[in-house]
């Protein structure tokens, strides 16, 4: 069964450090997004990309965030000067059209210290 | 905004009890997804549904649109059924992202 892949699993960064977080969605889906799960809380909305361009985002997603998709095949999350607070879980999410499910990947841990 | 509020929150069961979560959203929406998050933190998806009823093997999920209301059951329940369960509204249009519910914890007893 196709899976939407993601790299690292884990990462540790440095306060203020730029961080890349990389996806690469199902091959024939068209609408990607990322989620942010924060240690025991509930999974949050960051961005949806469609059309290769930025569709929706959150209040979360100011303007330390960015996304990508730079070769049609990856979908990359940066942070630019990561802070202690953006330490959590990253989800990357795919799917084929709107009335279809999700694929998620299984998920970045981002730490900052 | 919509608002997801999922119960219980916990939930611990002997295995082969009958298991009901639930679920209940204050805006309308496309879709209920029913997701499945295992201690690992991956996430899968169980059910998208935006009318009456579905099933898959031992888990069946329900929705009723006029009272903004949904439920997740499994049957027989089992060990490996343990994990968090998690309902997230769809507003539909693609681009909307999901809002999540807190999950239930659910623990099965063998």
């Known amino acids: 069964e196709p899976e939407v892949t993601q790299t690292p699993s884990h990462q540790v960064t440095q306060m203020g450090q730029e961080v890349i977080l990389r996806c690469v969605p199902i091959s024939n889906h068209l609408y990607f997004y990322w989620y942010r799960q924060i240690l025991g809380q509930k999974v949050e909305f960051l961005v949806s990309?469609?059309?290769?361009?930025?569709?929706?985002k959150s209040e979360i997603f100011d303007d330390q965030f960015s996304v990508e998709r730079p070769d049609g095949s990856n979908f990359t999350l940066k942070i630019r000067s990561t802070k202690l607070e953006d330490s959590a879980m990253y989800f990357c999410a795919s799917r084929k059209g709107q009335v279809y499910g999700y694929t998620f990947g299984s998920g970045t841990r981002l730490t900052v210290v | 905004k919509n608002e997801v509020e999922q119960s219980p929150q916990n939930l611990t069961a002997q295995e082969g009890e009958f298991i009901t979560i639930n679920c209940s959203y204050s805006?309308?929406?496309?879709?209920l997804h029913w997701l499945q998050q295992h201690p690992g933190g991956g996430i899968v998806s169980l059910f998208m549904l935006s009318s009456g009823k579905k099933k898959h093997g031992r888990l069946i999920a329900t929705i009723n649109i006029q009272e903004k209301h949904s439920s997740l059951h499994i049957t027989a329940s089992h060990p490996r059924d343990s994990a968090v369960y998690i309902c997230?509204?769809?507003?539909?249009?693609?681009?909307?992202?999901?809002?999540f519910g807190k999950g239930t914890h659910l623990i099965i007893q063998p």
């Open positions: 997230a509204a769809d507003s539909g249009g693609g681009a909307d992202g999901l809002t």
């Open positions: 990309f469609y059309n290769n361009e930025i569709s929706e």
């Open positions: 805006v309308g929406i496309s879709a």
